[in-house]
C-alpha cells in the first residue's frame, strides 16, 4: 500500500514474542532473561479482534528473519534484530504459511502488515559462513565501534553494540551487496503480500542507499532515524515515504514526564520545524509516545491525567498514529528489556482499562474527523497561542481541537480561544468526545472552557459527529 493509504491508518505495535501464543496459552516471561517467551504469528492471529476491537486497522510486528542467538552473551534474538539469513524465517514465529496465513486474514479484515526489517548488520558469530547470504568478513565493514556521532562517517561505518555483541557493518558501499538487498526487500514484500516496511537503523546507512531500496519495495516504508534533532532527520524523508517522529517524541516526554518543569511549548517548535523541514511536512510521519526501544511512560509518571494526556497525543497529531502494545494494558516495563513485557499476562482485559477505552474513543474519533472533513488528513495541525502556556497547549486539526496539560490530577486549567482563532460559529454544541460532556460557543464564536482534575478535552463540534457512529451518540 502507498503513503496515502496508510495516512489513513493508525497502527498497532507488537513485539512477536511478547505478544500472544497461537496455542492460547499464557507462559511466565521473564523479561531480564532476555529469552523467547513463545509469542508467534498464529498467537496474533487469534487476537486480531482484540486490536481491530480497539480501532487499529493495521499492525506492526517485529522483524520476521531467521535470526542467530548472541554468540557471547547468551542473550536470545526474541526480538527479531539479530539476522543470520534474510532468506529464511525466524521458526520461533511460525512457518512461512503462517506469515502468510497472518497477511491474509489481516487484509480479509480490512487491515495492512507492517513488517520490520534490518539492512544495517548482522551480529558476530564465530563462525562468518553463519551469515546468509552475506558469509564473510569482507562482506562487512572493518571493526571499529560507533565513537563519534557527529561524524556522520562514522554513524553510517562503524558498528553498533558492544564488545559484547558487536553488530557487524554491513558493506552498503558494495554494488553487489546493495542489489542482494534490493531484490531481497522485493522478493520478502511480494511473497508474504506485505503492505509496509519499518525500516530499522536508517542512519546507520547512507543516505542514497535508500531510495532504491524503497521504490524496490514498492510499499510505504518508515524509517527509524533515532535522533532528536529535526534537521538531523529531515534530509531521510527525502530517501524514504516517512519517518518516525522521533523529535516529537523527545518533546513531548520533556513537555510531559519532566513534572510540572516541563514545558509544553516545546512540543510546538518542534513541531513547526518539522512541518516546515520534512519533504511533504509531516502528514505521514509514524507518531509515537512508547516504543520497544526507550521505557515505558508509565515506568516514570504515575499520575493517570498525565498519562491520558500524553496518550492523546499520536491521535491528534499530523502523521499516523502508532501505539505500542501493552500501552492499552497500563504497563509499566522500563529500560530496554523490561518494556518487552508478555501481553498475555494482561488476560486482553478489555474491562476496566481506562486506557483502553480512551485509546478506542481516540481511534473513533480520528476515523470520524477523517470522513467529515476531507482535507483533515492534509491539514497541519495548528497551535493557538492564547490558549497554550508552560503547562497548556491547545492543538486544532479541524474538527478536533485537543486541550491538553501536564498540570497532573489535583490542577484546574481555564481555556480561552478567542473568535480570532477563526474556528467556530457562534453559540456552537462542542462535544468532548472523552467524556461526552458539551459546551457552547459564545455569541461571537469565541470558547471558554474550564479542565479538571488536569484531564485531557478532545473537541468535536455536534454536527461533525455522526448520528450513526460509536461517539456520544444522542
Ligand atoms: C541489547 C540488550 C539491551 C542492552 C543493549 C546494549 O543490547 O537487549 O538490554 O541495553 C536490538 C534489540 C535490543 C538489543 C540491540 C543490540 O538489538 O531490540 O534489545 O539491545 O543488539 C534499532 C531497533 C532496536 C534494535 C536495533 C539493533 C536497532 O529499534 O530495537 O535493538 O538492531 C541506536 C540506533 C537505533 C537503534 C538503537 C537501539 O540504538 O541508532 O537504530 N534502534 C543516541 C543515538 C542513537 C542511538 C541512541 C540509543 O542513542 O544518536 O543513534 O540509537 O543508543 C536524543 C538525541 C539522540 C540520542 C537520544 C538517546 O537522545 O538526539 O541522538 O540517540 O535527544
Ligand atoms: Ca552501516
Known sequence: ASADEWMKRSIYQIVTDRFALGNGSSPSCDTSEKKYCGGNWQGIISKLDYIQSMGFDAIWISPVVENIDGAMSGDKAYHGYWTQNINSLNSNFGLPDDLRSLSSTLHDRGMYLMVDIVVNHQPQTFDYSLLQPFGGADCFHSECFISDYNNQTNVEQCWLGYSGLPLLDLDTENSTTVDIMYNWIKNLVLDYSIDGLRVDTVKHVRKDFWPEFASSAGVYTVGEVLTGEVGYAAPYTEGLDSILDYPTYFAVHKAFTNGVSGNMAIIAEIVTEAQNQYNY?????????????????????????????????????????????????????????????????????????????????????????ISYNPSFLNNRVTFIPQASANSTLAISKPPLLALLTNGGSSSTESWSIPSSAGLYNANETLVDVLTCDTVITGSDGSLSVTTSQGLPKVLMPAKSLSATGSLCRA
Open 281 to 369: 511536512g509531516t502528514f505521514n510521519v509514524g507518531s509515537f509516545v512508547e516504543n520497544h526501544d526507550n521505557p515505558r511512560i508509565q515506568s516514570t509518571v504515575s499520575d493517570q491525567s498525565i498519562v491520558k494526556n500524553v496518550i492523546t497525543w499520536p491521535f491528534i497529531n499530523d502523521g499516523i498514529p502508532i501505539l505500542y502494545y501493552g500501552q492499552e494494558q497500563g504497563y509499566q516495563g522500563g529500560n530496554d528489556p523490561a518494556n518487552r513485557e508478555a501481553l498475555w499476562l494482561s488476560g486482553f482485559d478489555e474491562e476496566d482499562k481506562p486506557l483502553l477505552a480512551q485509546i478506542r474513543i481516540l481511534n473513533a474519533a480520528r476515523k470520524q474527523a
